[in-house]
């Protein structure tokens, strides 16, 4: 009896399977999976793409469209002429601290727009001739990059399926599950093994090259996949070694996944750093020069502690907050001193009552008002206190 039974079990997972080859021939949209679009995903998760179009991974990559609607648009072409430099502007990278530029013939743009002084740094890289946003830089900044061979003797070349860090950059191809509306040919983060999920931002907040060894990211990777097979060569971010605090952030150089989830550690803990810290392997873009007289706020955020050498300086979370908004409107003008009259300083404390910068307090934060319960927005707030780096995602 018990060979009868293991024989019906063996002949019902064979014709499960049979099936389920059979169901994925006749459909295309699981034998192929394909990148759809996050306005594809905004039919039935319109509340959630509304939260993400707000959020710095929508803002990853700002292509032609959105290039004519930044103000120095036309002072940035100027720059660029006066240096010799004739390539077109094709994107601009950056909504948070600083801006940079990459032009039509791969290179990145030697200037650095400020957001904080709203104008050009002093910076000017000296080798940016030798750059190529291609291997360098578009993987992590778009969804869905592979490599697109050239023509007959030509270069190859990295496009992708949509700019920006979209919703597929997290959750995977999602052709199959739009068209058959069926969860399984989706990822959820939060339903896949805790380190395939870590994986996921590892393959953008920690650095290596791919297995070819051409591209600074993980060409091909896909979420909810080993990491492991796509991204080798790591090196120490700037500062992981100086900020080792009780070995939490060892490096050790030896491409084990433990070293690169030491890093991704360090990367989060270091988010909330006030000085320091550069997502850039060669500079810190937070110390370039500024024209302080235009960033009012800038040496408030800038504050330095004694041994600040050992032990990072961090933000508070209403000075995490205006890093980023200090530089929109209605506060840039409420820190060059104007006054408001209605709308937002009727609603905002932090204008209404000049909310301290610098206080610990969350009664007197920004998150007393504004929280959120979805990730999709990706905020990321100081555990109670004065910020001993622990962050909440």
């Not at 120095?72 to 430099?85: I, L, N």
């Not at 100081?382 to 780096?389: L, Q, V, Y």
Request: net charge positive.
């Amino acid at each position: 009896m018990k060979y009868k039974d293991n024989l019906l079990s063996f002949f019902i997972v064979v014709v499960l399977v049979a099936g389920a080859a059979y169901y994925a021939a006749m459909n295309p949209a699981v034998s192929e999976l394909r990148y759809a679009g996050s306005k594809q995903c905004s039919r039935c998760h319109e509340t959630v793409y509304k939260s993400w179009k707000n959020t710095l991974h929508a803002k990853a990559l700002i292509d032609k469209g959105g290039l004519a609607l930044l103000s120095e648009f036309p002072a940035a072409a100027a720059k660029h002429s006066s240096v010799g430099e004739t390539s077109e502007i094709v994107y601009a990278i950056g909504f948070h601290w600083t801006r940079r530029y990459l032009l039509s013939n791969n290179r990145v743009s030697p200037f650095l727009f400020s957001l904080l002084s709203n104008d050009f740094s002093d910076y000017y890289d000296v080798n940016y001739r030798r750059s190529d946003y291609q291997s360098e830089c578009i993987g992590c900044h778009t969804t869905g990059a592979y490599e697109k061979k050239g023509a007959a003797g030509g270069q190859a070349r990295i496009a992708y399926a949509e700019p920006a860090v979209a919703c597929e950059a997290c959750h995977g191809p999602g052709s199959a599950h739009i068209e058959l509306s069926d969860i399984r040919y989706i990822v959820n983060p939060n339903k896949i093994n805790a380190g395939r999920r870590d994986m996921i931002c590892m393959s953008c907040h920690t650095n290596g090259y791919d297995k070819s060894g051409k591209y600074k990211f993980p060409l091909g990777y896909k979420p909810g996949e080993n990491l492991e097979d796509y991204f080798f060569n790591m090196a120490p971010k700037p500062g992981q070694i100086k900020y080792n605090h009780q070995n939490r952030f060892d490096y050790k150089a030896d491409n084990s996944i433990a070293d690169r989830e030491r890093q991704y550690e360090y990367w989060r803990y270091m988010f909330m750093a006030a000085e320091g810290f550069s997502c850039e392997d060669c500079l810190d873009f937070r110390n370039a020069p500024e024209k302080k007289s235009s960033a009012p706020l800038r040496g408030a955020l800038d504050k330095k502690s004694a041994g600040h050498e050992t032990v990072p300086d961090f933000f508070t979370i209403n000075q995490y907050c205006m890093s980023c908004h200090v530089s929109l409107s209605p506060f840039r003008e409420y820190a060059a001193g104007a006054k408001f009259s209605g709308g937002i300083d009727a609603k905002c404390d932090f204008i209404k009552h000049k909310m301290p910068l610098e206080s610990t307090a969350r009664e007197e934060s920004c998150i007393k008002c504004h929280k959120t319960d979805s990730v999709h927005q990706h905020y990321y707030i100081i555990e109670k206190g004065s910020g001993a780096g622990n962050i909440v995602k």
